[in-house]
């Protein structure tokens, strides 16, 4: 297949001309140069990916498509999910980020006030967008495409730089430099992290083909902790809780083609490594690695969907919803090692794919989702949902793209949230065939959680859509909201139709995955059993069948049948326009509809335990009696008890260590030359006895 | 078009067309456990042909969605009603959609219901919908949990196909797993179907209301749609657990005896849970909002101990 490795080059090359392009030109030139690189590499990569998966076969791409020493790059079905997912995303937002970074349409600086969301800040610079918009997109294909250790800790660390670089787009911004500071701090441990474990994994040389360190054996605890460090470093990337930190501060902050790059692609890559490492290069371990992912992935899922529930920074929204989503994919991986190490190879098929499927369908429809905030933010100057509403009527296509990326992330038939989860779900319902009854006591368990965790996006998505676009607009800029330009609108509509089509075939997509679960070793030797059977216009798990195309038409057929038939009926009366019912009040005013902290209260009561929140409630009296109440003062807020408990105690041990450490800084050049003797006098000493 | 599409186009119909029925007879036979004589049991079809005739009302600040709701809700809860078997087990059409469609299928209806009643702007609606969604995001891990049960029980999340197995092995019914997996379902379609203890569906205060508040800006042919896609939704609930748990008389060959068979066993369980529906709503009186969540937890630990069971009952 010559045409793939042409391919490759033409991505590389197509997304160093959109860097350099969008770096030397100036304004709409430089936009559309920027533009142009990102979507013609990824149109490129997208490519690549259905060439791959639909030939199956894996490739090595000669070093020339990346001219640096020790790099080896290779391409198989598993990296090919992952090359689908860069190229959709990545020309969704090349073509989104053409009409995001020209400037605003002019709006009256609102004081920022609740939410922490603030107004709208001068505009970034989009000759930067533009080139970093190229750079993450090449460093997350070479990311993919890396067969040793060394290019996969280049480009891991690339990457990383990149997203950091993001983050930092608005750098007058002290949320962004705090986000940019978390970041940096927390991809750092894990890059350490990574190091270790491919050192570890490869025995020291980092340049040795991954096929070289498919074949070592390793001791029982070498193993073990190659998968404790590889739980760390992609739980730090992949923002599992309570490595999650970072995540929603720097989500937000970014530009928004870039945070739905980050959100929907960039998330993967943890996704990615762990498949990686863990399944394809150590096949598998014992049951408990399963558990260890299945409980920090049902961890995340929880504690990702609530807090996103009293979110009304609708960004902060969706980073939270972002960590739900890769709880739910470490559950079915979770849930895949599980089955493996029983030998149970069909419910593990099921599960890897459901996995694999949902990343693929949670790149669509968050992308599709964070595209959509960013246009109400450039066109309102605010993220923050209690000053939002009514955009449906200003924003009608904005609207309802976003309202498909809510149906399709609450997981509605017949979109692409669903079909993933119905996998899911049937690889956790094959639980039962776990011969040890106190592990397939697990799976239950993890059905009830995932429920849990649907319903309450269901929930939180009705409060994101629902407050933000309908009812009465809840502030002026709300108010003088306009439609974003059209090629905002087609990022995102290519999204949208992702999301149609990905629910709607299944059937068409989940075979092509069982290439990836050949690519991870998982496959019986002799005939190839298809483990996921598709039947017509429909696929079946293990324990039962459904058909989204059909149930799409049924459900249309009705709604067309019940037309007709009110027509028939001579139910056509035509419809007046009355004031909302208001028990007698007089005027209906924006103040009076439910807000966003009062539509999440029902259930910030319920799951008080979780939350722990502080509620402050002041009421001023006056002097002379205590009947007479001047003013009452609630202050009601909900922080995080985690990175509380957990990072609050160790920054301070940093933060007295590093004091420990300034002691040694005594600002002398002689003194700084002297240490760097010391260090090379004991590095060499230490070579001659180790070495 | 093969007998056994006719058969489910006539299942659907049934359900459609029967159940507005359903709920005229759980009025009935309520008004009469209260010393009422009640509404005739046809009351529910006036009702809705009146409606129908009515000029629909629609609030300033309602968008298209608020107009579109209907027609999806009852689309949804329509092709729910094609998915459930009601006179026959192994027709081709269960393979379109499981048990965890079904639920899905539901779910979605109450999302874009929960929009409808934030979208005119009226603080009633915005009530209705977070209480809705509440309850829905609660009752969630209920179902799944009890599907578990269910499937492991049948090897299968196929419906006709959990129903057939059950008529093969007539003893796993009385099985712990199954009994405790019915009272959690049980108690799931209270909450679901909007019934006492958990929303009263025939209140008049709005403050109490949820699944009424959303509905409130409903007039006309739209209210028709909703409150016959509500029937629909009680009496799927109760085909669910009339022929999931008790299939007995469900027709496994299609001969005209065995559907006539099948058509007198629904009607007879149906009638069957429409008393116990009756003299429960007659029994208890609701529940405060916050103490919904309780009644579901319970629900929780009894679909938990089902499975617990049938896992070690294997």
Same mark, same amino acid.
């Given at each position: 297949?010559?045409?793939?490795?042409?391919?490759?080059?033409?991505?590389?090359?197509?997304?160093?001309?959109?860097?350099?392009?969008?770096?030397?030109?100036?304004?709409?030139?430089?936009?559309?140069?920027?533009?142009?690189?990102?979507?013609?590499?990824?149109?490129?990569?997208?490519?690549?990916?259905?060439?791959?998966?639909?030939?199956?076969?894996?490739?090595?791409? =000669?070093?020339?498509?990346?001219?640096?020493?020790?790099?080896?790059?290779?391409?198989?079905?598993?990296?090919?999910?992952?090359?689908?997912?860069?190229?959709?995303?990545?020309?969704?937002?090349?073509?989104?980020?053409?009409?995001?970074?020209?400037?605003?349409?002019?709006?009256?600086?609102?004081?920022?006030?609740?939410?922490?969301?603030?107004?709208?800040?001068?505009?970034?610079?989009?000759?930067?967008?533009?080139?970093?918009?190229?750079?993450?997109?090449?460093?997350?294909?070479?990311?993919?495409?890396?067969?040793?250790?060394?290019?996969?800790?280049?480009?891991?660390?690339?990457?990383?730089?990149?997203?950091?670089?993001?983050?930092?787009?608005?750098?007058?911004?002290?949320?962004?430099?705090?986000?940019?500071?978390?970041?940096?701090?927390?991809?750092?441990?894990?890059?350490?992290?990574?190091?270790?474990?491919?050192?570890?994994?490869?025995?020291?040389?980092?340049?040795?083909?991954?096929?070289?360190?498919?074949?070592?054996?390793?001791?029982?605890?070498?193993?073990?902790?190659?998968?404790?460090?590889?739980?760390?470093?992609?739980?730090?990337?992949?923002?599992?809780?309570?490595?999650?930190?970072?995540? =929603?501060?720097?989500?937000?902050?970014? =530009?928004?083609?870039?945070?739905?790059?980050?959100?929907?692609?960039?998330?993967?890559?943890?996704?990615?490594?762990?498949?990686?490492?863990?399944?394809?290069?150590?096949?598998?371990?014992?049951?408990?690695?399963?558990?260890?992912?299945?409980?920090?992935?049902?961890?995340?899922?929880?504690?990702?969907?609530?807090?996103?529930?009293?979110?009304?920074?609708?960004?902060?929204?969706?980073?939270?919803?972002?960590?739900?989503?890769?709880?739910?994919?470490?559950?079915?991986?979770?849930?895949?090692?599980?089955?493996?190490?029983?030998?149970?190879?069909?419910?593990?098929?099921?599960?890897?794919?459901?996995?694999?499927?949902?990343?693929?369908?949670?790149?669509?429809?968050?992308?599709?989702?964070?595209?959509?905030?960013?246009?109400?933010?450039?066109?309102?100057?605010?993220?923050?949902?209690?000053?939002?509403?009514?955009?449906?009527?200003?924003?009608?296509?904005?609207?309802?793209?976003?309202?498909?990326?809510?149906?399709?992330?609450?997981?509605?038939?017949?979109?692409?949230?669903?079909?993933?989860?119905?996998?899911?779900?049937?690889?956790?319902?094959?639980?039962?065939?776990?011969?040890?009854?106190?592990?397939?006591?697990?799976?239950?368990?993890?059905?009830?959680?995932?429920?849990?965790?649907?319903?309450?996006?269901?929930?939180?998505?009705?409060?994101?859509?629902?407050?933000?676009?309908?009812?009465?607009?809840?502030?002026?800029?709300?108010?003088?909201?306009?439609?974003?330009?059209?090629?905002?609108?087609?990022?995102?509509?290519?999204?949208?139709?992702?999301?149609?089509?990905?629910?709607?075939?299944?059937?068409?997509?989940?075979?092509?995955?069982?290439?990836?679960?050949?690519?991870?070793?998982?496959?019986?030797?002799?005939?190839?059993?298809?483990?996921?059977?598709?039947?017509?216009?429909?696929?079946?798990?293990?324990?039962?069948?459904?058909?989204?195309?059909?149930?799409?038409?049924?459900?249309?057929?009705?709604?067309?049948?019940?037309?007709?038939?009110?027509?028939?009926?001579?139910?056509?009366?035509?419809?007046?326009?009355?004031?909302?019912?208001?028990?007698?009040?007089?005027?209906?005013?924006?103040?009076?509809?439910?807000?966003?902290?009062?539509?999440?209260?029902?259930?910030?009561?319920?799951?008080?335990?979780?939350?722990?929140?502080?509620?402050?409630?002041?009421?001023?009296?006056?002097?002379?009696?205590?009947?007479?109440?001047?003013?009452?003062?609630?202050?009601?807020?909900?922080?995080?008890?985690?990175?509380?408990?957990?990072?609050?105690?160790?920054?301070?041990?940093?933060?007295?260590?590093?004091?420990?450490?300034?002691?040694?800084?005594?600002?002398?050049?002689?003194?700084?030359?002297?240490?760097?003797?010391?260090?090379?006098?004991?590095?060499?000493?230490?070579?001659?006895?180790?070495? | 078009?093969?007998?056994?599409?006719?058969?489910?186009?006539?299942?659907?119909?049934?359900?459609?067309?029967?159940?507005?029925?359903?709920?005229?007879?759980?009025?009935?036979?309520?008004?009469?456990?209260?010393?009422?004589?009640?509404?005739?049991?046809?009351?529910?079809?006036?009702?809705?042909?009146?409606?129908?005739?009515?000029?629909?009302?629609?609030?300033?600040?309602?968008?298209?969605?608020?107009?579109?709701?209907?027609?999806?809700?009852?689309?949804?809860?329509?092709?729910?009603?094609?998915?459930?078997?009601?006179?026959?087990?192994?027709?081709?059409?269960?393979?379109?959609?499981?048990?965890?469609?079904?639920?899905?299928?539901?779910?979605?209806?109450?999302?874009?219901?929960?929009?409808?009643?934030?979208?005119?702007?009226?603080?009633?609606?915005?009530?209705?919908?977070?209480?809705?969604?509440?309850?829905?995001?609660?009752?969630?891990?209920?179902?799944?949990?009890?599907?578990?049960?269910?499937?492991?029980?049948?090897?299968?999340?196929?419906?006709?196909?959990?129903?057939?197995?059950?008529?093969?092995?007539?003893?796993?019914?009385?099985?712990?797993?199954?009994?405790?997996?019915?009272?959690?379902?049980?108690?799931?379609?209270?909450?679901?179907?909007?019934?006492?203890?958990?929303?009263?569906?025939?209140?008049?205060?709005?403050?109490?209301?949820?699944?009424?508040?959303?509905?409130?800006?409903?007039?006309?042919?739209?209210?028709?749609?909703?409150?016959?896609?509500?029937?629909?939704?009680?009496?799927?609930?109760?085909?669910?657990?009339?022929?999931?748990?008790?299939?007995?008389?469900?027709?496994?060959?299609?001969?005209?005896?065995?559907?006539?068979?099948?058509?007198?066993?629904?009607?007879?369980?149906?009638?069957?849970?429409?008393?116990?529906?009756?003299?429960?709503?007659?029994?208890?009186?609701?529940?405060?909002?916050?103490?919904?969540?309780?009644?579901?937890?319970?629900?929780?630990?009894?679909?938990?101990?089902?499975?617990?069971?049938?896992?070690?009952?294997?």
């Amino acid at each position: 297949m010559p045409s793939a490795l042409w391919l490759a080059r033409a991505v590389m090359l197509a997304y160093a001309f959109g860097a350099v392009g969008a770096l030397v030109s100036r304004g709409r030139a430089g936009r559309a140069l920027g533009a142009a690189g990102a979507l013609a590499g990824s149109l490129a990569v997208l490519c690549l990916g259905v060439l791959v998966l639909a030939g199956g076969t894996p490739l090595p791409l =000669p070093a020339l498509v990346f001219p640096i020493s020790g790099v080896l790059l290779r391409v198989d079905s598993l990296s090919a999910v992952f090359l689908l997912i860069i190229g959709l995303v990545g020309s969704a937002a090349a073509v989104y980020g053409y009409g995001y970074s020209a400037p605003a349409p002019g709006h009256p600086v609102e004081p920022a006030t609740g939410g922490g969301a603030g107004g709208p800040r001068p505009h970034p610079d989009p000759r930067a967008m533009g080139t970093l918009l190229n750079l993450l997109l090449a460093t997350m294909t070479l990311q993919v495409l890396a067969d040793n250790a060394f290019t996969f800790l280049f480009a891991w660390e690339a990457m990383s730089l990149a997203t950091c670089l993001f983050v930092l787009t608005d750098a007058a911004d002290p949320e962004a430099v705090r986000a940019a500071r978390w970041y940096l701090g927390m991809s750092h441990a894990g890059f350490a992290a990574l190091v270790g474990l491919l050192l570890l994994l490869s025995g020291g040389d980092l340049t040795i083909p991954f096929e070289v360190v498919r074949q070592a054996t390793l001791t029982a605890g070498v193993r073990d902790a190659v998968f404790l460090l590889a739980v760390f470093a992609f739980g730090t990337k992949a923002g599992l809780v309570p490595l999650h930190v970072w995540l =929603p501060m720097a989500h937000p902050v970014a =530009p928004s083609q870039a945070s739905a790059l980050m959100s929907a692609v960039v998330l993967k890559m943890g996704i990615y490594g762990l498949l990686r490492i863990v399944v394809d290069l150590m096949h598998g371990g014992p049951a408990w690695w399963g558990g260890v992912l299945l409980g920090a992935g049902a961890l995340s899922a929880v504690f990702g969907i609530l807090y996103a529930l009293l979110e009304s920074d609708l960004k902060r929204l969706l980073a939270f919803s972002s960590i739900e989503n890769i709880g739910i994919i470490w559950m079915a991986i979770g849930a895949g090692l599980i089955f493996l190490s029983y030998g149970l190879l069909l419910p593990a098929s099921v599960a890897f794919a459901g996995a694999l499927y949902h990343a693929l369908n949670h790149a669509a429809f968050k992308g599709l989702l964070f595209m959509g905030a960013g246009a109400v933010q450039r066109s309102t100057g605010t993220r923050n949902m209690e000053r939002l509403g009514g955009l449906i009527g200003t924003m009608p296509w904005t609207a309802g793209l976003f309202l498909i990326g809510a149906a399709a992330v609450a997981a509605l038939p017949p979109l692409n949230g669903f079909a993933s989860e119905w996998l899911i779900f049937q690889a956790l319902l094959e639980g039962f065939r776990i011969p040890q009854p106190s592990t397939a006591l697990l799976m239950p368990i993890a059905v009830g959680i995932l429920a849990l965790a649907s319903g309450l996006t269901a929930a939180c998505f009705v409060k994101a859509f629902g407050i933000t676009f309908l009812a009465i607009p809840r502030s002026p800029a709300a108010e003088r909201a306009s439609e974003a330009p059209f090629s905002m609108r087609a990022g995102m509509a290519l999204l949208a139709a992702a999301c149609i089509a990905l629910g709607l075939g299944p059937f068409v997509v989940v075979p092509r995955l069982s290439g990836a679960l050949e690519a991870m070793g998982l496959t019986a030797p002799g005939p190839p059993s298809p483990p996921l059977v598709t039947r017509p216009l429909g696929i079946a798990g293990t324990t039962g069948q459904m058909s989204p195309v059909l149930l799409a038409a049924g459900l249309l057929g009705i709604v067309a049948l019940v037309h007709i038939g009110l027509r028939l009926a001579g139910a056509r009366a035509p419809v007046r326009r009355v004031d909302a019912w208001g028990c007698g009040r007089i005027r209906q005013t924006p103040r009076m509809q439910y807000t966003s902290a009062a539509f999440a209260e029902p259930l910030r009561r319920v799951f008080a335990e979780l939350y722990r929140p502080t509620d402050d409630l002041t009421v001023h009296v006056h002097p002379a009696s205590e009947y007479f109440v001047q003013s009452i003062e609630y202050h009601a807020a909900v922080s995080p008890w985690i990175d509380r408990l957990i990072y609050r105690p160790m920054l301070g041990l940093l933060t007295r260590i590093a004091g420990r450490v300034r002691a040694m800084q005594g600002g002398s050049l002689h003194l700084y030359l002297l240490y760097l003797c010391v260090a090379l006098l004991v590095a060499l000493l230490a070579s001659r006895w180790l070495g | 078009m093969t007998a056994t599409a006719w058969l489910a186009a006539v299942q659907t119909l049934l359900a459609v067309g029967l159940a507005p029925g359903l709920a005229g007879v759980v009025r009935r036979l309520k008004a009469r456990l209260q010393g009422r004589i009640g509404p005739p049991i046809g009351q529910p079809y006036r009702e809705l042909r009146k409606l129908l005739q009515k000029e629909p009302l629609v609030a300033h600040h309602a968008s298209w969605l608020f107009r579109a709701t209907p027609f999806i809700v009852f689309a949804t809860t329509v092709a729910v009603a094609a998915l459930v078997p009601l006179l026959a087990v192994g027709l081709p059409i269960y393979a379109v959609g499981d048990l965890i469609v079904v639920v899905d299928l539901l779910l979605a209806g109450t999302f874009f219901l929960a929009l409808a009643g934030l979208d005119p702007g009226s603080p009633f609606g915005g009530m209705g919908a977070s209480r809705e969604m509440t309850i829905a995001a609660l009752a969630e891990p209920v179902i799944g949990v009890a599907i578990f049960a269910l499937a492991l029980t049948a090897d299968s999340t196929n419906l006709g196909r959990i129903a057939a197995r059950m008529l093969a092995h007539p003893a796993t019914a009385v099985s712990p797993g199954h009994l405790l997996a019915f009272a959690a379902l049980f108690i799931v379609t209270l909450a679901e179907t909007g019934r006492l203890p958990v929303d009263n569906p025939s209140t008049h205060l709005e403050l109490t209301m949820i699944h009424e508040a959303m509905l409130l800006e409903y007039s006309g042919r739209y209210l028709a749609l909703l409150e016959w896609a509500a029937d629909i939704k009680l009496f799927v609930f109760f085909a669910l657990l009339a022929n999931l748990f008790v299939p007995w008389g469900l027709a496994v060959t299609l001969t005209p005896l065995a559907l006539a068979v099948a058509l007198g066993a629904l009607a007879l369980k149906l009638g069957v849970l429409a008393l116990a529906l009756a003299l429960l709503e007659t029994r208890v009186a609701k529940l405060r909002l916050f103490r919904v969540p309780e009644l579901l937890s319970v629900s929780f630990v009894l679909a938990l101990l089902a499975v617990t069971a049938s896992l070690l009952g294997r």
